[in-house]
């Protein structure tokens, strides 16, 4: 599972779909854990707080293809809060739509008065409790050892303020290995999750959270 996709599970309650952070923040989040996907994939870099593409090859799944598209064709804008700003507006959608493109999730669309609301439920509970019960267990213990992918995950949660949801029942070991995970993530992914916290934080000030 793509490092938004478990964002966007443990964003969200395991049996309803609700959400459990704000929309702003959860967007914030998700836009960052988009853009860390092709850090990942070596499609683009983070540097001083701008994006830069280092490859043009198409990556292997649709959303993340669409994501680099977007940033090839808008080149002239390198700002990764700006980036941030503008993914978040849909990466709730995309990232839902992906989940249940995959069969994780149930697109719901219930109307009220004169407008239709969307939402995503989990297909099965014990699924979408996953993502959260695997890093747990994963900060609780020595092995597997966590992945790339799982450090970044640790990181942009944190940045969107969704930490209680891992850390809620571990003890101090496993809270002093999520800082060291998230310390010791490469720069590239390190500023991604800095400038996503500085982001969420920004939306706190103009009251959007």
Known sequence: M?????????????TRGRAKLHSAAKG????GCLLSELVLGGHITVVDGDVSVVSNRPPADALAHTVLDQLVGEAQHRSVRIWLSFLAQSAATSVGERLSRAGVLRRQESRRLLRSKVGYVPVDPNAAAWPATRLRVLLERSDPPPTLADAVLLGLIGAAGLSREVLWSVGPRAEHRFTELVASLPPPLKELATQTEAAVGAAVLRGSL
């Not at 793509?2 to 395991?14: G, T, Y």
């Not at 914030?28 to 836009?31: H, I, K, P, Q």
């Open 2 to 14: 793509l490092v938004a996709d478990e964002f966007f599970l443990i964003a969200h309650s395991d």
């Open 28 to 31: 914030l989040g998700l836009a």
